[in-house]
């Protein structure tokens, strides 16, 4: 069986149009087999997008796991203040991003790449958003944590959707574990919204946890 988070070349398209209603606007989304969600834009991804776009988060965003983008390609439209990498390891995904990017008119505010979690990814930033790919483990999540602290300014914010069934409170501690703030944003059928930020400059001789 194929999964979103893997790459299957013999998986046969089937595109189709997602519509995604939030606010005033209605979005349209290209979406295919192979990708997370291919048929609905889920539960938690909703949750997410309807605190950021009222967080108002600025500067230069990475949707990490971005599937076919509807994460980061919202915000950007919600949000001029944002530039937004996405980012994922699965390759039809990317391919669907920028498709995405072109129908949405983001080319001047928006990028894709293939990344195995931050393998390929080398820039810092002032935020992360991640619906993590929970099928995928525990150990890819939590690395997709870890990674995120190192990825980010000082005063930058990873956010996260998780679950309360699917390991919301552990999840809550790890990141108290990495980062020097950690709250949650908001509590909605079952998902939490964490936020996890970076105050300051690790020392180069530190690794952590």
Same mark, same amino acid.
């Given at each position: 069986?194929?999964?979103?988070? +893997?790459?299957?070349?013999?998986?046969?398209?089937?595109?189709?149009?997602?519509?995604?209603?939030?606010?005033?606007?209605?979005?349209?989304?290209?979406? @295919?087999?192979?990708?997370?969600?291919?048929?609905?834009?889920?539960?938690?991804?909703?949750?997410?997008?309807?605190?950021?776009?009222?967080?108002?988060?600025?500067?230069?965003?990475? @949707?990490?796991?971005?599937?076919?983008?509807?994460?980061?390609?919202?915000?950007?439209?919600?949000?001029?203040?944002?530039?937004?990498?996405?980012?994922?390891?699965?390759?039809?995904?990317?391919?669907?991003?920028?498709?995405?990017?072109?129908?949405?008119?983001?080319?001047?505010?928006?990028?894709?790449?293939?990344?195995?979690?931050?393998?390929?990814? @080398? +820039?810092?930033?002032?935020?992360?958003?991640?619906?993590?790919?929970?099928?995928?483990?525990?150990?890819?999540?939590?690395?997709?944590?870890?990674?995120?602290?190192?990825?980010?300014?000082?005063?930058?914010?990873?956010?996260?959707?998780?679950?309360?069934?699917?390991?919301?409170?552990?999840?809550?501690?790890?990141?108290?574990?990495?980062?020097?703030?950690?709250?949650?944003?908001?509590?909605?059928?079952?998902?939490?919204?964490?936020?996890?930020?970076?105050?300051?400059?690790?020392?180069?001789?530190?690794?952590?946890?």
């Amino acid at each position: 069986m194929s999964h979103y988070f +893997e790459n299957d070349n013999t998986l046969i398209s089937k595109k189709r149009i997602i519509d995604f209603q939030i606010g005033n606007k209605t979005l349209h989304f290209i979406s @295919d087999n192979g990708v997370f969600c291919k048929n609905y834009i889920d539960e938690g991804t909703r949750v997410l997008i309807n605190t950021l776009v009222s967080y108002q988060i600025k500067g230069n965003v990475l @949707d990490l796991g971005c599937g076919y983008g509807v994460i980061g390609l919202t915000l950007a439209i919600f949000n001029e203040a944002i530039n937004v990498t996405l980012a994922d390891v699965n390759q039809r995904a990317i391919s669907l991003c920028q498709e995405n990017i072109v129908n949405l008119k983001l080319e001047n505010r928006a990028k894709c790449l293939i990344s195995n979690v931050y393998e390929n990814i @080398d +820039e810092i930033f002032d935020n992360i958003v991640i619906n993590p790919p929970i099928r995928a483990g525990k150990q890819i999540t939590y690395s997709m944590y870890l990674g995120a602290y190192e990825h980010l300014n000082i005063n930058g914010n990873l956010f996260i959707v998780i679950r309360k069934a699917q390991g919301a409170a552990s999840a809550f501690k790890y990141l108290e574990s990495l980062f020097e703030s950690v709250c949650i944003l908001d509590k909605h059928k079952g998902y939490w919204i964490i936020q996890a930020k970076k105050l300051i400059k690790e020392p180069a001789d530190v690794k952590r946890k």
